[in-house]
C-alpha cells in the first residue's frame, strides 16, 4: 500500500512536477541576484521621510516609492504623457539602472502559478503540490523501512543506480521538498479563499483632511518613525489635490498620512493572519530571505532527476514481473508457490520454478504471499520465495500474508517449504523468510526442505535448492534462472601473474583492457588513450559467462576503471568452469563481460581508519582499495595465503603500497609453514590496536570465504566485547561490510 502511494502520484504528476521544480528553481535565483545588486542600510540608519526628499531632488515628479522583498527600492515617477520607474541608491535617491520587470521572469512565474492555464491552472499547481507532499511523507516513510527503521536512515543505501541515486536525493532535499510543497499548498488554498491571508484588513480611507499648505515630504513625523527597511511602498497624493493623502504601506501595517501635517489620519496594523501569510510567501519564494531560496532551488533541481529514475525504477518492476503460463486456480491446484517480493526481483525465479513444475506434470497456482488462500481443496505442496525488506520487515507483496494465514482453517494445513532471498552485507538477513517458516511451523504446517536461502540473487545457489525439490517429487528439476544483466564489453587479456601451484592452488591475478574497435588501429589506440571500459570502482563485480552454462559467474573487481584496466583475482577449481577457463587464457586472447556495481562494499568517504581483512582470492578488492588510497588515509590489511614463498598474492604491490604510505601496516598470516596461523589469529593477536581503531571510528572490510568471515566476525564480537559493542551494530551504523563466496 504505501508503495503504491507513493508510485501514483509520482507517474501521475511527473510532467507537472518537473515543470513547477524547474520553473521554481529558475526563479530562485532572482532574489539572490537582486540582492546582489542592491545596497541594503542598517536599520534605523534611514527613514522613509530622508529617502523620499532624497528622491525629490532627481525626480521632482515622483508618484510612488516601492521597496520589494529583496531590499531593492523602485521609483515611479511622471515623464511626461509616461509613466518612468527607476531602481535608485537609497543613500543618494539617484537612479542606478532603469526598472525594466524581465519578460522571463513574469512567463515562468505565470508558468510556476497557474502553468500558463489561468485560474484552472492555478488549481493544477495547488493539487500538483498536494502530490509533492504525499510523495516526500510516503517516500521519507519507504526509505525508513527500507533502511530498517528511523534510526538507520543515514546509513549506506542498497540498490542500483537508480535506486541510489533516487533515494540519496530524496534523503538531501527532503526538509526543502517538504517546505515548497507545503507553503505553495498553503498559498494555492489562500489564493481560492480556502485559507485566510489577511489581505482584506485595511485602513478606513479618511473623510477629513487638515485644511493648508502641504508640508516638506521631509518633515512629515509619520514618515520620519519609519524606517526604510520596514517600507513596502509610499504613494504620493495626487498633485494640485489637498484633499488627498499619503498611502503608506510597512511591515507592520497599513495607513494614511496627511500632506499637512505628516499625522497618520487613520491605521490599520498586521494581524497574525496577515504575518504568518507574508511569512510563508517570503518561505516559498526566498524573496527578502535570498539564501534560503537558493536551497529551495537547488532542492527543486532534484525532482526531474527524481522523477526520471523513479519512472526507471517503476519500468524495471513492470518488466521484472513475467507473465505465468497455464497458472491453475488455487482450488484446482496440486502445488502452490506464494512470492514475497518488494521490487519483482523474486518473480523470475517463481516462474522458473513454475515451469519446471509444469515440465513434471504439476498444476500449479502461482501468486503473491498476500493471496493466500483461507483454504486449498487438492494442493499438497506449497512453495514460498520471498525477500526481506528493510530490517527483517516484509516485502510489499506479503506484508498481509502473516495475518492472513491466522486466518487459514486449521483442516488446511499443507507440507511446505520457504526459499529466502537476501543480501548477507544486512544483519537481518532473509529475516522475514525465517519469521514465516516460524510461523508455519507453529500452526502445525508440516516442513518438506529445512529453510534455504539465497544471497545476491545466486542463480547456483538457485539450481541447488532446484536439486533438492526434484528429489521430493523424484524427479529431475533443473532451475535455470538468470536474472536480467546489463550489456557485456569484449576485454582482452593484456597480463597474467601465476602463484599457488606449489601448494595446489594455483592462483592467477589477471588484467583485462577494452578491446577497442576495429577501425581503431593500436598505435592509434595508443596515441588517444582510448579505454572504452564501462565505469566500476574496485569492490564491484564482473560477470563472466564461461563456455556450456548459461549462468554467469561473479568475481570481485581489484580495480577502478580509473585505472585504465579490470583486474580480477581467480582461484582455480577443479570442477569450474569458469575458472579453468580463465586460467587457461593467454595474454591477447578476449572474453566477454558484464559489471554488476556492488556499491555496499567499497570504504565509505572520510578520513577514518580502514581495516582490510581477507584470506586468498579476497585480496583482490583490498589491493584495489589500497591501490586508490590516493588521500593516503590509515589502511591496516590482515589477509592469509598458504605459503609465502609460493600465494603470497600482490606481494610487490604491497610492499610499494606501505613505502608510499597508502598501506599503513600489512599483517599476513600463512597456514602451510611452521607454525603457521591463519588470519584470524592475527585479528585476535592486535586485538588492542582493533579496539582503539574502532573506538576511534574505524570501518572494517572483510572478503574471502565464508567460513574465513564467521572466523572473523567471532573474533571481533570477541575483540568489541570491552567496548560495549558487536558486528551486527557496526553493520548498522556501516561501519563492517562483507563481500563473502
Not at 501569510?277 to 527578502?288: D, K, Q, S, V
Not at 563456455?547 to 569450474?576: H, M, N, T, W
Amino acid at each position: 500500500m504505501l508503495r503504491q502511494l507513493h508510485s501514483l502520484p509520482g507517474l501521475i504528476a511527473a510532467i507537472l512536477l518537473a515543470a513547477l521544480a524547474l520553473s521554481g528553481a529558475i526563479l530562485s535565483g532572482y532574489p539572490a541576484l537582486e540582492r546582489l545588486a542592491t545596497t541594503i542600510p542598517a536599520h534605523g540608519q534611514i527613514s522613509v521621510a530622508a529617502l523620499a526628499d532624497r528622491v525629490a531632488q532627481h525626480y521632482p515628479n515622483v508618484e510612488q516609492i516601492q521597496r520589494t522583498p529583496s531590499g531593492s527600492i523602485i521609483v515611479y515617477y511622471s515623464q511626461g504623457d509616461r509613466i518612468g520607474a527607476d531602481h535608485i541608491d537609497p543613500v543618494s535617491g539617484q537612479g542606478i539602472t532603469p526598472y525594466v520587470p524581465s519578460a522571463l521572469s513574469r512567463w515562468m512565474k505565470s508558468l510556476h502559478r497557474s502553468l500558463l492555464a489561468g485560474t484552472s491552472g492555478r488549481a493544477v499547481a495547488g493539487m500538483t503540490a498536494l502530490a509533492l507532499l504525499v510523495l516526500c511523507l510516503s517516500g521519507v516513510a519507504l526509505l525508513a523501512k527500507r533502511q530498517g527503521g528511523w534510526r538507520h536512515m543515514a546509513r549506506p543505501l542498497p540498490g542500483n543506480f537508480s535506486q541510489r541515486w533516487h533515494a540519496e536525493l530524496g534523503r538531501i532535499t527532503i526538509f526543502g521538498l517538504l517546505l515548497s510543497a507545503l507553503t505553495g499548498m498553503y498559498m494555492s488554498a489562500a489564493t481560492f479563499g480556502l485559507m485566510p491571508d489577511g489581505m482584506k484588513s485595511e485602513p478606513d480611507f479618511p473623510t477629513q483632511v487638515t485644511a493648508g499648505p502641504t508640508a516638506p515630504i521631509a518633515t512629515l513625523p509619520a514618515l520620519l518613525t519609519t524606517d526604510v527597511n520596514d517600507l513596502r511602498e509610499l504613494v504620493y497624493p495626487r498633485p494640485g489635490s489637498p484633499e488627498d493623502v499619503y498611502s503608506l504601506r510597512t511591515a507592520q501595517g497599513d495607513g494614511y498620512i496627511d500632506q499637512a501635517t505628516g499625522t497618520l489620519l487613520s491605521y490599520q496594523a498586521h494581524d497574525g493572519v496577515r504575518s504568518v501569510y507574508e511569512l510563508i510567501y517570503r518561505l516559498h519564494t526566498g524573496e527578502g530571505l535570498w539564501w534560503l531560496g537558493l536551497l529551495l532551488g537547488l532542492c527543486a533541481l532534484s525532482v526531474p532527476v527524481m522523477s526520471a529514475t523513479g519512472f526507471v525504477m517503476w519500468w524495471q518492476r513492470r518488466r521484472s514481473m513475467p507473465k505465468m503460463i497455464n497458472n491453475s486456480g488455487p482450488q484446482s491446484a496440486d502445488t502452490i508457490i506464494l512470492v514475497g517480493s518488494e521490487n519483482n526481483s523474486t518473480w523470475g525465479f517463481a516462474k522458473t520454478l513454475h515451469d519446471a513444475l509444469l515440465q513434471i506434470g504439476q498444476r500449479v497456482h502461482t501468486a503473491p504471499m498476500n493471496l493466500l488462500a483461507t483454504e486449498y481443496r487438492k494442493a499438497q505442496h506449497l512453495f514460498i520465495l520471498t525477500s526481506t525488506y528493510g530490517d527483517g520487515n516484509a516485502p510489499a507483496s506479503a506484508d498481509q500474508f502473516l495475518v492472513r494465514l491466522d486466518k487459514v482453517a486449521d483442516t488446511c494445513r499443507l507440507d511446505f517449504a520457504v526459499l529466502g532471498f537476501g543480501d548477507r552485507q544486512f544483519p537481518k538477513f532473509c529475516q522475514f523468510a525465517k519469521d514465516t517458516q516460524d510461523a508455519l511451523v507453529a500452526r502445525g504446517w508440516r516442513q518438506l526442505l529445512d529453510l534455504d536461502t539465497i544471497n545476491q540473487q545466486s542463480t547456483q545457489e538457485f539450481s541447488r535448492w532446484g536439486e533438492a525439490v526434484g528429489r521430493l517429487f523424484d524427479r529431475e528439476l533443473t532451475l535455470r534462472y538468470t536474472p536480467q544483466h546489463p550489456r557485456t564489453y569484449a576485454l582482452e587479456l593484456i597480463s597474467r601473474v601465476d602463484y599457488g601451484a606449489q601448494v595446489g592452488a594455483p592462483t592467477s591475478i589477471l588484467r583485462f583492457a577494452a578491446v577497442a574497435p576495429k577501425s581503431i588501429t593500436s598505435q592509434f589506440k595508443r596515441l588517444i588513450g582510448y579505454g572504452g571500459l564501462p565505469h566500476f570502482e574496485a569492490g564491484d563485480l564482473v560477470g563472466i559467462v564461461p563456455p556450456g552454462s548459461p549462468v554467469p559467474r561473479f568475481y570481485s573487481l581489484a580495480s577502478g576503471s580509473k585505472d585504465g584496466f579490470l583486474e580480477i583475482c581467480v582461484r582455480r577449481q577443479p570442477q569450474g568452469l569458469c575458472s579453468q577457463m580463465l586460467h587457461d587464457l593467454q595474454p591477447g586472447e578476449h572474453i566477454d563481460a558484464f559489471i554488476q556495481p556492488n556499491p555496499n562494499f567499497r570504504p565509505a568517504s572520510g578520513k577514518s581508519s580502514v581495516i582490510l581483512i581477507g584470506a586468498g582470492t579476497g585480496i583482490g578488492p583490498l589491493a584495489g582499495f589500497i591501490r586508490n588510497n590516493k588521500g593516503k588515509y590509515p589502511m591496516y590489511l590482515y589477509w592469509g595465503g598458504r605459503d609465502p614463498d609460493s600465494d603470497f598474492l600482490y606481494e610487490p604491490e604491497l610492499e610499494g603500497y606501505l613505502a608510499d604510505h597508502r598501506l599503513t601496516q600489512l599483517h599476513a598470516a600463512f597456514s602451510r609453514v611452521k607454525e603457521g596461523t591463519y588470519v584470524q589469529d592475527r585479528v585476535t593477536g592486535d586485538a588492542q590496536q582493533m579496539r582503539e581503531l574502532i573506538r576511534s571510528g574505524a570501518q572494517i572490510l572483510v572478503c574471502g570465504s565464508r567460513a574465513m568471515a564467521v572466523s572473523i566476525t567471532q573474533a571481533i564480537n570477541e575483540i568489541l566485547t570491552p567496548l560495549g559493542l558487536d558486528v551486527e551494530t557496526l553493520k548498522l551504523q556501516g561501519r563492517y561490510r562483507e563481500d563473502v563466496f
